[in-house]
C-alpha cells in the first residue's frame, strides 16, 4: 500500500468517540453549518466559497489535524465531481437543445392546443413535468414564462392558477428526479441505486404534483390576483427558427434516459441470472451516464437536426450549455467535500449513534435536517448535499427501497418554504409581478406544499415497499 493510500485511509478513519467527543463533534458540525448560513445570507458568499470554509471550521472545531481536514475535503470533492459532474454536464446539454431547437416549445403549443380552459392548468403541470426533466430549475422558469403569461393572458385564467403549477412542475422534478443535480448527489453520497430512486421518484412526484400544482394553483389563486405583467414576456426561442421537431419526436428524447434507467431497474427485479445477455445489456444501458449520453446523442440528430442546425450550431449549442452549470458544478463538489469533511470526522456516527435514542424515522430525520439547512441557507441544492452527508451512515442497514426513499425524503425537505434568501423566491417574484407578501403567499406556501406532501408520500412508502 502506498503513502498516499495509507494517509487516505487514515484521514477517513475516524477515532473512537467518547461522550464528551460525541458533543464536541455535535457542536463542530453545528458551527460549520452556521458559518456557511452566515457566509451565505449575511455576507452573500457564494454556496462554494462558504461551504469550502465551512468545512475548514468543521475539522478545526472537531479538533482534525488540518492536513487531514483538507484531504477530506479534497477526496470528497472530487469524488463527488466524478460521479455527478459528467451527469450534470451531459443533462445542461440536452436541456439546452430541447430549449434552442423549439423542442420545448412543440411539446407546449401541442399539449396546449388539444386542452380545453378548464383543464388548462393540469395541462401546464404536465408540461412543466415534461420539460422539467432534463432541464434545471431555473432554466426551466426562463423557458415556460413566456407560456404561462400569455396562456394566462389568452384564456383570460388567473395567472396564479396557471402559474403556480408550472412552478410546481418544475420544483417537483428538480428535488425529487434525478438527473437533477440535488438528487445526484444525495444519490452519490447515501450510496443509493439510481433506477430504484429514480422509479420511486416519479411514484412520489406525480401525486405532489398535482397536489401542490393545479389543486393548490386554486387555492392560491383566491388569495392573490395579479395580471400578467407585459414587460416580462420574452420571446420564444422558436420564433427565429423556420422549422422545429415534432412533438412525438421530441418528447421519447426526453424520455429515453428515463426509460434506460427504469429497463436497468426492472431488470434487477425479474432478471434472475446477472450474467445471461439480456441482464449485462440493460445493465450497462441503464447506467446513468450511458443513458444520458445516448440521449444527448439522438437529441443532436432528433432536435438539432431537425431544426435545421449544422454541424457549427450544433457544437455553440453544446458550448452554451456548459458555461452556465460551472457554479453549479462547483457547489455540487464543495458539497461533497463538506460532507466528506463531516463523515471523517465522525459527526455522521455520532447522528447515526444518538438516533439510535431519539425513536425517530431516518426518514423524518432526514427531511427535518434538510429543513433546517435550507430554510437558513435558501439553497435546496446545499441542503440536499449537507442533509444527505449527515444522514448517510443510517442508511447503512437499509435495503435498497429504503435507501432511495432516504434520498427521497432529503430532496422533498430541501424544497420547504423558499423566502427571501432563495434566488427562486426573487426570480418568481419578478417574472410574475408581484410584490414579497404575495409571492410568500403563492410560491413560499406552494414550496412547503410540495415538501410536506412529498413526506407523506415517502413515509406512506415505506410501510408498503
Request: proline residues 5%.
Amino acid at each position: 500500500m502506498s503513502a498516499l493510500s495509507v494517509e487516505l485511509l487514515a484521514a477517513a478513519t475516524p477515532p473512537p468517540i467518547t461522550d464528551a467527543g460525541n458533543t464536541r463533534l455535535a457542536l463542530a458540525a453545528l458551527a460549520g453549518i452556521a458559518v456557511i448560513v452566515v457566509l451565505i445570507t449575511r455576507f452573500k458568499l457564494h454556496a462554494f466559497l462558504a461551504l469550502t470554509i465551512g468545512a475548514g471550521v468543521l475539522g478545526s472545531v472537531a479538533g482534525a489535524p488540518l492536513a487531514k481536514t483538507i484531504t477530506s475535503y479534497t477526496t470528497g470533492l472530487g469524488t463527488t465531481v466524478a460521479s455527478v459532474g459528467t451527469l450534470i454536464a451531459l443533462g445542461a446539454i440536452l436541456g439546452k437543445l430541447l430549449a434552442d431547437s423549439g423542442g420545448a416549445d412543440q411539446i407546449v403549443d401541442t399539449i396546449l392546443a388539444r386542452t380545453s380552459e378548464k383543464r388548462l392548468p393540469w395541462a401546464m403541470a404536465l408540461i412543466a413535468g415534461l420539460v422539467g426533466l432534463p432541464l434545471f430549475f431555473e432554466i426551466g422558469i426562463v423557458l415556460l414564462i413566456p407560456v404561462v403569461l400569455l396562456v394566462a393572458r389568452r384564456s383570460g385564467q388567473s395567472l396564479i392558477r396557471i402559474g403556480i403549477p408550472a412552478l410546481a412542475g418544475l420544483s417537483v422534478m428538480h428535488g425529487l428526479v434525478p438527473p437533477h443535480p440535488g438528487p445526484l448527489a444525495a444519490i452519490d453520497a447515501i450510496h443509493a441505486d439510481m433506477g430504484t430512486t429514480l422509479a420511486l421518484g416519479v411514484l412520489v412526484a406525480l401525486p405532489t404534483l398535482a397536489l401542490a400544482g393545479p389543486l393548490f394553483g386554486r387555492v392560491a389563486s383566491r388569495w392573490v390576483d395579479v395580471a400578467p405583467p407585459e414587460r416580462m414576456t420574452p420571446a420564444r426561442a422558436s420564433d427565429d427558427l423556420e422549422k422545429r421537431p415534432g412533438f412525438a419526436a421530441t418528447a421519447c428524447t426526453m424520455l429515453l434516459p428515463v426509460a434506460l434507467m427504469l429497463a436497468k431497474a426492472l431488470a434487477d427485479v425479474i432478471v434472475d441470472d446477472q450474467n445471461s445477455l439480456a441482464y449485462r445489456i440493460f445493465d450497462v444501458i441503464g447506467t446513468p451516464l450511458v443513458a444520458l449520453l445516448a440521449a444527448v446523442i439522438v437529441a443532436m440528430f432528433t432536435l438539432g437536426r431537425a431544426a435545421g442546425f449544422g454541424k457549427d450550431r450544433l457544437s455553440s449549442t453544446v458550448d452554451a450549455s456548459l458555461a452556465p452549470i460551472a457554479g453549479i458544478m462547483l457547489i455540487v463538489g464543495a458539497g461533497g467535500g463538506f460532507k466528506q469533511t463531516l463523515i471523517d470526522c465522525g459527526v455522521g456516527q455520532t447522528i447515526l449513534d444518538w438516533s439510535k435514542d431519539w425513536h425517530i424515522s431516518a426518514l423524518l430525520l432526514g427531511w427535518l435536517i434538510a429543513v433546517l439547512i435550507r430554510v437558513a441557507t435558501g439553497s435546496a441544492t446545499v441542503a440536499i448535499i449537507s442533509a444527505s452527508g449527515l444522514v448517510a451512515p443510517l442508511a447503512a442497514n437499509m435495503s435498497g427501497t429504503h435507501t432511495a426513499l432516504l434520498v427521497l425524503a432529503v430532496g422533498a425537505g430541501s424544497l420547504f418554504f423558499s423566502h427571501v434568501n432563495d434566488a427562486g423566491f426573487w426570480l418568481v417574484k419578478e417574472y410574475f409581478g408581484m410584490d414579497v407578501p404575495q409571492t410568500l403567499k403563492t410560491w413560499s406556501a406552494m414550496e412547503t406544499v410540495i415538501s410536506v406532501v412529498a413526506l407523506g408520500f415517502v413515509m406512506l412508502l415505506s410501510v408498503i415497499v
